[in-house]
């Protein structure tokens, strides 16, 4: 069980380059997200997909696309990358409530190890 | 205001002491509570969830005081190990499993 897994680790871009991240979950998980930390603001949600075949927006879309591309995977995009897009991404998810867990851990969310993202 | 505030630290303290630390939320709709623990550079991990009874996990501690909308980690007997930021999580009300992180308290325990 690998549990949550993002490809890169590390990237560099330059300015207008576009790139994808990329995130399974091996966890059977209804719900995705993408997050971006940054020192001093902490997490901030970015996209999110409630269960397979639907996205929606958090707190920081601007910039991004998402795509749920099946249960396991959702990927995140840079179209044109800006130096304000440097950051640390994390991909998570986390299992719905219909799904029978103890409520106290119905909402907990497994994240991957990061992608630190910097961009020139 | 954020909506949910944490001291950001460093908290700096002996092997074998007791920290403890608060975290306010402003959304009084929010239902459910979280410490989450994240060590440096490394994905967070969730440490414990905090009842409105309070819970206590071994040498962790959480409280829950929904009438002034604050909650605690109290860590006894800190190790060298327990050195990370703890970032408190709130999850709104309704139907939504999105959750709000703070933006962390960090310990340092030092030997």
């Known amino acids: 069980n690998a549990g949550v897994t993002q490809t890169p680790k590390f990237q560099v871009l330059k300015t207008g380059q576009s790139m994808t991240l990329q995130c399974a979950q091996d966890m059977n998980h209804n719900s995705m997200y993408w997050y971006r930390q940054d020192p001093g603001m902490g997490l901030r949600l970015i996209y999110y997909s409630a269960s397979e075949g639907t996205t929606d927006k958090g707190e920081v879309p601007n910039g991004y696309n998402v795509s749920r591309l099946n249960k396991r995977e959702f990927s995140l995009r840079l179209e044109s990358a800006a130096p304000s897009q440097t950051s640390v991404y994390f991909c998570?998810?986390?299992?719905?409530?219909?799904?029978?867990?103890?409520?106290?851990?119905?909402?907990?969310?497994?994240f991957g190890p990061g992608t630190r993202l910097t961009v020139t | 205001r954020k909506e949910v505030e944490q001291d950001p630290g460093p908290f700096n303290v002996p092997e074998g002491a007791t920290v403890a630390f608060n975290c306010t939320y402003s959304?009084?709709?929010?239902?459910?509570f979280f410490w989450y623990r994240q060590d440096c550079r490394k994905e967070p991990k969730l440490l414990m969830s905090?009842?409105?009874s309070g819970n206590e996990d071994g040498r962790f501690t959480a409280q829950l005081n929904r009438a002034s909308q604050y909650i605690s980690l109290l860590i006894r007997d800190s190790k060298l190990s327990d050195s990370a930021t703890y970032l408190c999580?709130?999850?709104?009300?309704?139907?939504?499993?999105?959750?709000?992180f703070g933006t962390g308290t960090l310990l340092a325990v030092q030997p």
């Open positions: 998570a998810s986390s299992d719905s409530l219909m799904a029978g867990r103890l409520v106290e851990r119905a909402y907990e969310q497994y």
């Open positions: 959304n009084s709709a929010s239902q459910s």
């Open positions: 905090v009842y409105s």
């Open positions: 999580v709130v999850k709104r009300g309704g139907a939504t499993n999105k959750l709000i």
